[in-house]
Nanobody, 122 residues
Framework: QLQASGGGLVQAGGSLRLSCVAS????????MGWFRQAPGKEREFVAA????????RYTDSVKGRFAISKDIAKNTMYLQMNSLKPEDTAVYYC?????????????????WGQGTQVTVSS
């Protein structure tokens, strides 16, 4: 089970940190990811982290602004979002993909959290 939290309303240029707590499984063989879905748009990949080793991937639009990280002891993944823009407004989902092969396609992820709303005002 994945539980996402940390969303909210923030002004452009502000920051938020999302959290995703995983319960009921060990994540050593997983890639953990963040996706987002804006109104009227398809869900898109934001960032991912390989739980063993910690290598990361980002979509181009968030590089240099967002940082994905993990706390193994807490079984928790984070997404630090800085310099937020109105176009970052979306519901953000965390997801887990078994085996450590990278993927930016949501269909390849096995488990999903419930989503947390991020709204950036201009």
């Amino acid at each position: 089970q994945l539980q996402a939290s940390g969303g909210g309303l923030v002004q452009a240029g502000g920051s938020l940190r999302l959290s995703c707590v995983a319960s009921g499984r060990t994540l050593s063989n997983y890639v953990m990811g963040w996706f987002r879905q804006a109104p009227g748009k398809e869900r898109e990949f934001v960032a991912a982290i390989r739980w063993s080793g910690g290598t990361t991937r980002y979509t181009d639009s968030v590089k240099g602004r967002f940082a994905i990280s993990k706390d193994i002891a807490k079984n928790t993944m984070y997404l630090q979002m800085n310099s937020l823009k109105p176009e970052d407004t979306a519901v953000y989902y965390c997801a887990a993909k078994y085996n450590s092969v990278w993927s930016a396609f949501d269909r390849n992820y096995d488990y999903w959290g419930q989503g947390t709303q991020v709204t950036v005002s201009s």
